[in-house]
C-alpha cells in the first residue's frame, strides 16, 4: 500500500465514521482544547474543524486533530482493519525499523503550490490552538515531524518536538541534547554553524507514528514509513537548505537553529505528556525563513497530556510503537525468555525465567538504550503465568511475588532524562545544566525466586501447584459433566492486547 497525504487519510476517516465535522465558528483561545479534551477521553471521532474564530480569512482555515486517537484509528492509519490488535501492529512497527525503504527524491509537488519568502510569513495566520489554558503561548509544534540532517552521515532524522509560537517569525522549542535533533545540534554548533530544520504539518499519519516513536538512532523514521508502506516515501528539497521533506505534505516551515543564547527565547509552561505543565525556559529558536504548502492547506496539531480518565493521541501511539520499542531493545541487548510488553505510566515485561537476575537484565537493557529519554522509569517484571493485561493478575504478582524488603526492588538513581517529571527537584531536571534531567528509576521483580524452586531431572525449575488448581482428575470429571449441570458462565470481556 502506498503512502497516502492528509487529505486521503481525512476521507478514510471519514468514510469509517470516524470524523466529525465542526462546521460552527470554535474559538482557538481555550475552546478548542476544552472541545477536544472531551472528545478525547470520550474515544470519540477526530476532529475537523473547518470555521475558527479570527482565520476566517488567514492562508490557513481549518485544523485537524484527535486522528490518532483510538486504537481503531491506530489500525487504520496502519491499513489495517479496526479490530487489529496493539500486538500485531507493534510487530508490524517493530519489523519496518528492521527492513526500512529509503525514500525518493522528487522534483516538486503538491507541498510547492505555494512557497511564502521571510517577508510574507507570520504564524500567528496559522490557526493554532492555545490548547491548555496554563500554557505559555500557542504551541505550533504539537504533532508534526521536524526534520533535521547528521551533518557527518547525512542520515535525515524526523522527530516529535513540541514548540511555541515566540513571535511572527520564531518558534522556541524545546530542544534536548538526548534526543535525535540534539545530537545533531551539538555538531553544527560545534562547526560554528546554524542549524537548518523543516517542520511538516500533516502527511501520511504513518509519519506522525514514526516521528512520536523510539526509533534507533541510525534509522531514518522515513525508511521506517518506506517499510510500512512497501513503497518509498517521495520527498522534495527544501527552498533554504538540502534538507527533504514529504512532496505530498499542507504545511512545511523551513529555518534556522542558532547555538547563541542571545537568540533564545522563553519557551512554555506547556501542559506535558504526564498531565502536569512543564516550567518556562529561555530555549532555541526556529528562526522562519520559509513557508511552502498547498492550496487552502489543512494545519495538523494535537491535544497533550494524559491522567487517570485522560486520553490522548500520544498514548495511542505509545501503546504500539513502544511496545515494539520494547521489545527490540531486549532482543537487541540478548536477554532471553522476553514473550510480551505492556508499555505504560508502568511498563510491563512478561519474561519465561530460566536463570537468576533475569528480571534486572530486563530493566538495566532498557535503561541503558537510547529511547530511555521519557521512558521506563518504572519496569515490572512478571512471569509467563500472569497475564499482563489482567490489572488484577499484576496487582496479585505485586502483593505475593514482591518482597518489598529484600532486592525485589531495585531502585537505580541519577540516570539520565525525566525532564518533564514533576517528583524531580527541579535543579536536578534542569537540561540546560545537565543537558538532560536525573531520573531515578524502579526495578519491581515480580517474579518467582529461582533459590526456592525445585528442579525437574533436566534441572529445569518446577514450582508446586497453586491452590487455586483443582485436582486434574477431577477437573476432568467437571469438564466430562459439564453440560449435565445447567450452569451458564457469563462471558469474559478480554483486554486488547
Not at 497530556?305 to 510503537?321: C, K
Amino acid at each position: 500500500m502506498s503512502c497516502i497525504d492528509q487529505r486521503a487519510w481525512i476521507a478514510r476517516l471519514e468514510e469509517a465514521g470516524e470524523l466529525a465535522r465542526v462546521k460552527v465558528p470554535v474559538d482557538w483561545q481555550g475552546e478548542i482544547g476544552a472541545l477536544s479534551r472531551r472528545v478525547l477521553n470520550a474515544q470519540g471521532p477526530a476532529l475537523l474543524f473547518e470555521r475558527i474564530v479570527g482565520h476566517e480569512n488567514s492562508w490557513c482555515r481549518r485544523l485537524f486533530t484527535g486522528a490518532l486517537g483510538t486504537a481503531a484509528r491506530m489500525a487504520l492509519a496502519f491499513g489495517r482493519e479496526k479490530s487489529a490488535s496493539r500486538r500485531e501492529l507493534a510487530e508490524l512497527f517493530r519489523r519496518a525499523m528492521r527492513a526500512g525503504i529509503a525514500p525518493v527524491q522528487v522534483a516538486g509537488g503538491p507541498v510547492k503550490e505555494n512557497i511564502r519568502g521571510a517577508d510574507r510569513i507570520d504564524l500567528n495566520e496559522l490557526p493554532v490552538p492555545l490548547w491548555h489554558p496554563g500554557d505559555g503561548g500557542r504551541y505550533i509544534n504539537t504533532m508534526c515531524a521536524v526534520v533535521t540532517r547528521d551533518p557527518d552521515s547525512g542520515l535525515l532524522n524526523v522527530g516529535a518536538y513540541r514548540g511555541m509560537i515566540a513571535g511572527p517569525r520564531q518558534i522556541s522549542v524545546l530542544l534536548l541534547i538526548g534526543a535525535g535533533w540534539g545530537g545533531h545540534f551539538v555538531k553544527y554548533a560545534e562547526r560554528g554553524q546554524e542549524m537548518p530544520v523543516a517542520v511538516v504539518y500533516g502527511w501520511d499519519p504513518l509519519l506522525e507514528v514514526s516521528a512520536g516513536s523510539q526509533v534507533p538512532h541510525d534509522v531514518s523514521e522515513y525508511d521506517v514509513v518506506g517499510a510500512l508502506r512497501g513503497e518509498p516515501a517521495a520527498l522534495a528539497k527544501c527552498e533554504t537548505s538540502d534538507l527533504l521533506v514529504p512532496a505530498g505534505a499542507e504545511i512545511v516551515v523551513e529555518g534556522f537553529i542558532s547555538a547563541d543564547p542571545k537568540s533564545f527565547a522563553m519557551e512554555g509552561p506547556f501542559g506535558e505528556y504526564s498531565g502536569y505543565y512543564g516550567e518556562p525556559r529561555p530555549r532555541p529558536v526556529i528562526r522562519v525563513e520559509c513557508v511552502t504548502h498547498r492550496n487552502d492547506p489543512v494545519y495538523r496539531g494535537s491535544l497533550e497530556g494524559v491522567a487517570p480518565g485522560a486520553m490522548n493521541e500520544d498514548a495511542a501511539i505509545y501503546t504500539v510503537t513502544t511496545k515494539a520499542a520494547i521489545l527490540d531493545v531486549l532482543e537487541r541487548a540478548g536477554v532471553r525468555g522476553v514473550l510480551d510488553a505492556r508499555p505504560g505510566p508502568v511498563t510491563i515485561v512478561q519474561i519465561h525465567q530460566t536463570y537468576n537476575g533475569q528480571a534486572k537484565q530486563v530493566a538495566a537493557a532498557l535503561w541503558a538504550s537510547a529511547s530511555a529519554e521519557h521512558f521506563w522509569k518504572v519496569v515490572m517484571v512478571v512471569d509467563d503465568d500472569i497475564d499482563i493485561y489482567n490489572d488484577r493478575a499484576l496487582h496479585w504478582a505485586l502483593c505475593y511475588r514482591v518482597n518489598p524488603a529484600s532486592e525485589d526492588l531495585v531502585v537505580m538513581p541519577g540516570t539520565r532524562g525525566g525532564v518533564l517529571d514533576q517528583t524531580i527537584a527541579l535543579a536536578r531536571r534542569d537540561d540546560t545544566v545537565l543537558g538532560t534531567g536525573s531520573w531515578n528509576r524502579l526495578l519491581i521483580d515480580a517474579t518467582r525466586d529461582l533459590r526456592q524452586a525445585k528442579r525437574d531431572r533436566f534441572g529445569r525449575p518446577t514450582w508446586p501447584p497453586m491452590s487455586t488448581e483443582p485436582d486434574s482428575q477431577a477437573a476432568a470429571r467437571v469438564e466430562e459433566r459439564w453440560q449435565e449441570y445447567g450452569i451458564v458462565l457469563p462471558r469474559r470481556q478480554g483486554k486488547r492486547a
